[in-house]
């Protein structure tokens, strides 16, 4: 819309590492005018995930990569503030590949989803999207931890991490988190209940594991990838299922070093399993009920980190590789009329 000014974050050149100063360019332009069939939505919050950082290689995965002279995609949530589609009316809030931009235009498709019966947009993002949903068919769906079993989840303090974590914990499990750093590790304990956590930073991982996991690890969720896999896979129990989540570790530099350690599936009968939570999406109801459920008994509880203005989507998205996050990683775009902070 002419009378709008969108500022948005382009993608100049593939970044090795960090993204640094000249891969983007903060550009400004009018905001769009929706065609028949479109809507328009105001951004208020951007969702930062490692997963943004992988669609700037110039690598196919499960979405495209981001072109050069494109909106660095992502995941967020804003307002209908104009709408020639009767899926929306204005007022409405959804959730959507906002990008790195105040202003998109949205269709009555998959990617954009009207949020109902929940007025705060903060819990939405950390909880009741895809990041709620990845820790739900994660853990009570591949992991399946069964009371008195040993759990361990590696980024523990961040947005997947810290849910997983919980939701074995709500199962009866004992829970040992992995994190990076005392703040993190503090976190882990004292804000979402873990039994305990691993400073992967300090000493010895395998040693540490010993202690913390007498008995082998049952189920691991995984976050990380490289050594901690590897180290987790060295202590596994029998019958253990490995739920392959993410591979953080890997995602500046591209490389994907297999375990040492895989052979431990074959000798203690174990399973390892990747997972896609948008292979699921006729179940995510089903997720979202069981996860607003917890929530309301207080056995479920979330934390954000929240950066300031559009400008700071790039500094949010290296945060999540140098540990500036504890919970999910938010930038606030604009202000929210309904459930905003």
């Known amino acids: 819309m002419a009378d709008l000014t969108n500022l948005q974050i382009v993608l100049r050149r593939r970044p090795a590492g960090l993204v640094e100063p000249g891969d983007t360019e903060l550009v400004v332009s009018p905001a769009p005018e929706p065609a028949d069939g479109e809507a328009l ?21 499960y979405l495209p990569p981001v072109g050069l002279g494109e909106v660095i995609r992502a ?6 503030v104009a709408s020639r589609c009767d899926a929306y009316r204005v007022g409405d809030v959804v959730t959507t590949l906002t990008g790195f931009q105040q202003y998109v235009i949205v269709r009555d498709d998959v990617f954009c989803t009207p949020v109902e019966g929940l007025t705060d947009q903060l819990a939405v993002m950390s909880v009741y999207g895809p990041t709620g949903a990845t820790a739900y ?80 690890v049952d189920v691991y969720f995984d976050n990380v990838g490289g050594p901690i896999l590897d180290a987790v896979l060295g202590r596994i129990a029998a019958k253990a299922r ?40 006729g179940r995510f109801d089903e997720a979202f009920g069981a996860l607003r459920q917890w ?26 590789f140098t540990g500036a996050n504890i919970g999910k990683m938010l930038v606030k775009v604009g202000e929210p009329t309904i459930g905003g902070a």
């Open 41 to 61: 939505v105001r951004t208020t919050y951007v969702g930062i995930d490692a997963a943004a950082r992988t669609w700037l290689n110039d690598q196919p995965g």
């Open 75 to 80: 995941a967020g949530i804003g307002e209908v």
């Open 137 to 216: 068919f994660g853990m009570a769906g591949i992991g399946r931890p069964q009371p008195g079993e040993t759990v361990v989840v590696s980024a523990a303090a961040g947005a997947t991490g810290s849910v997983a974590g919980q939701i074995a914990k709500i199962a009866g499990a004992r829970v040992v988190g992995i994190a990076g750093g005392p703040v993190k590790c503090r976190a882990v304990v004292e804000d979402f209940g873990f039994d305990s956590c691993i400073d992967h930073r300090e000493g010895n991982l395998s040693t540490a594991l010993k202690q913390h996991c007498p008995r082998g």
């Open 242 to 281: 490995i739920v392959l989540c993410g591979v953080i570790s890997s995602y500046l530099t591209g490389e994907h070093p297999g375990p040492a350690n895989y052979v431990n599936l074959l000798a203690k009968t174990a399973l390892m399993q990747g997972f896609n939570a948008l292979d699921e999406w």
């Open 295 to 320: 929530e309301a008994e207080g056995r479920l509880v979330h934390r954000e980190t929240v950066m300031e203005g559009i400008e700071s989507c790039v500094n949010a998205l290296n945060g999540l």
